[in-house]
Every structure is written in C-alpha cells, then in structure tokens.
C-alpha cells in the first residue's frame, strides 16, 4: 500500500518519531511513503520565518528514510480546484487534494483533512 505523510506527520517521522500513534508508525515503517513537495515547501516555509527548527537540511529527508517524492502534477491542481473551502490552510488543501488524486491514504491529525474524503490513518 503506498500513503501520503501530511507535514505534521513528515515532521514528527523525522524528529520524534514516538509522538505519532503506533498505527501509523507502523505503516510508516513498512509501506511505500510518499513525501509531497508541497510538505518540503512548507517546511522550507516555517523554517524561513522562524515557526519551525529542523534538525537537518531539507534535502536530508528523503535520504534518511526510503520515501519517494511526491511532484505536484496537473491532475493535483484539478482535483484541488474541485474542493469546497472546508480548509484554509493552502498546504492542507493541496496534500488533500494530492491524497485524492492519487488514490491513497494520508496520514494526518487533522480532521478537516478527512473532510475531503481521502482515508486517513492517524490512530
């Protein structure tokens, strides 16, 4: 099964891996991980207005672990235009949407994330 990390779940893998819930370490560690760009861009993001400290370069995350990165394509900026506005977040939204059209779970501690309609693995 492959799965999508939402930022806060990418954040916690990397930093404290023990503040995710047991299930979705468990499929972190032995399913097909997809990183989308757009969480590295928000990183990238908090880290440049000082919200967020990061233990390593960004570019280190995908070396760390065996995840693949997830690009952001044509049919993710369809599905997100396709979205009522039960979200904000424009980084929310799009993982949401990316979740979407490809078909896959995402793991995420934020219930308007599930809204949308993607499964969500969290605990």
Do not use: C, N
């Amino acid at each position: 099964m492959r799965l999508l990390l939402d930022t806060q779940a990418l954040i916690l893998w990397t930093i404290r891996p023990e503040g995710l819930p047991q299930r979705a370490q468990d499929a972190i560690a032995h399913e097909d991980v997809l990183i989308s760009v757009v969480s590295l861009w928000e990183v990238t993001v908090k880290i440049g207005t000082v919200k967020l400290s990061f233990p390593l370069p960004i570019t280190r995350v995908l070396e760390q672990d065996p995840f693949t990165l997830l690009p952001l394509a044509l049919a993710h900026l369809v599905r997100l235009a396709e979205l009522p506005l039960h979200h904000r977040d424009p980084f929310d939204r799009m993982l949401a949407a990316q979740a979407l059209a490809e078909g896959v779970p995402i793991v995420t501690a934020d219930p308007r994330i599930g809204v949308y309609g993607p499964q969500v693995l969290w605990g």
